[in-house]
């Protein structure tokens, strides 16, 4: 499998949606098994229309953000969003999703590292991602971890009223 990154065109974006989407369809079934019934439709009402608008959005800011495109065989397979923090010489992964037809291939870390070499060309001092720490998230997380990055656990709580 030969893959190839390059910089995002407008013609990505469709692709990039809908292959985020079905990336993501694990990550917000596991968020609605851990949040149950009651607070998960509060967090994530449509997940997919916000997800979409976000991605969107997100491709849409040239001015802000840097969007990276893995291909394969012509066809986009994945992509990473990231920006660039002036103010304290850091770079923020925004967003990650490798198509699950060629997730566990190293498309991932492959963005990473491209995405990191990027930041460092733009004199970033340090690279910040985050990420989920539920199963769904394994993947993103080793992806993360083969390209350098060091993990600090933080945990978020949510209750009902």
């Given at each position: 499998m030969n893959s190839h990154i390059r910089s995002f065109i407008d013609e990505d974006l469709d692709d990039i949606?809908?292959?985020?989407l079905l990336a993501w369809e694990a990550v917000f079934s596991s968020f609605k098994q851990i949040l149950g019934p009651s607070i998960y439709p509060i967090l994530y009402p449509d997940w997919r229309k916000s997800q979409r608008e976000g991605v969107e959005t997100t491709c849409r800011d040239r001015?802000?953000?840097?969007?990276?495109?893995?291909e394969v065989d012509s066809k986009a397979v994945g992509f990473l969003a990231y920006e660039l923090h002036e103010k304290d010489d850091s770079g923020e992964v925004l967003l990650l999703a490798v198509h699950p037809e060629y997730q566990g291939l190293g498309i991932g870390t492959e963005l990473n590292v491209i995405a990191l070499q990027e930041m460092k060309a733009a004199g970033v001092k340090l690279a910040v991602v985050g990420t989920g720490g539920d199963p769904s998230h394994a993947p993103a997380r080793r992806s993360y971890e083969k390209a350098g990055y060091t993990a600090l656990p933080l945990v978020r709580y949510y209750r009902d009223l």
């Open positions: 949606v809908e292959l985020s001015e802000r953000v840097h969007v990276l495109v893995a």
